[in-house]
Nanobody, 132 residues
Framework: QLQLVESGGGLVQPGGSLRLSCAASGFTLDYYAIGWFRQAPGKEREGVSCLGRSNDKIYYTDSVKGRFTISRDNARNTVYLQMNSLKPEDTAVYYC?????????????????????????WGQGTQVTVSS
């Protein structure tokens, strides 16, 4: 079955850390640009960080710069999002998405679009709650 599976979410206190994983099943992530998106209650889905296919292009939304790090492990067919210094406003369901085409000219453009139909695969999401 071709799918992306996120894991690593949970409840963490402000200032804490989590590492989210996005594992591909049935296909190889090497050929895909990967984006991490999040959706908080009552808000639209937004791009958090995006990684180009060759790993040389990385984008972070302003609110997570210096705190989050995106990375890829081809041997494990997995992309990670290391989240440090977490804040209550980071609370959301986090999704990863994969684009092979690529449909976007830049990783910033990729993170600027959370339309489901513009990606080849989406994960089911993992909940991150930052609260004391």
């Amino acid at each position: 079955q071709l799918q992306l599976v996120e894991s690593g979410g949970g409840l963490v206190q402000p200032g804490g850390s989590l590492r989210l994983s996005c594992a591909a099943s049935g296909f190889t992530l090497d050929y895909y640009a990967i984006g991490w998106f999040r959706q908080a209650p009552g808000k639209e889905r937004e791009g958090v960080s995006c990684l180009g296919r060759s790993n040389d292009k990385i984008y972070y939304t302003d609110s997570v710069k210096g705190r989050f790090t995106i990375s890829r492990d081809n041997a494990r067919n997995t992309v990670y999002l290391q989240m440090n210094s977490l804040k209550p406003e980071d609370t959301a369901v986090y999704y990863c998405a994969a684009d092979r085409s690529p449909r976007f000219t830049t990783v910033q453009a990729m993170c600027g679009s959370a339309r489901v139909d513009e990606y080849d695969y989406w994960g089911q999401g993992t909940q991150v709650t930052v609260s004391s």
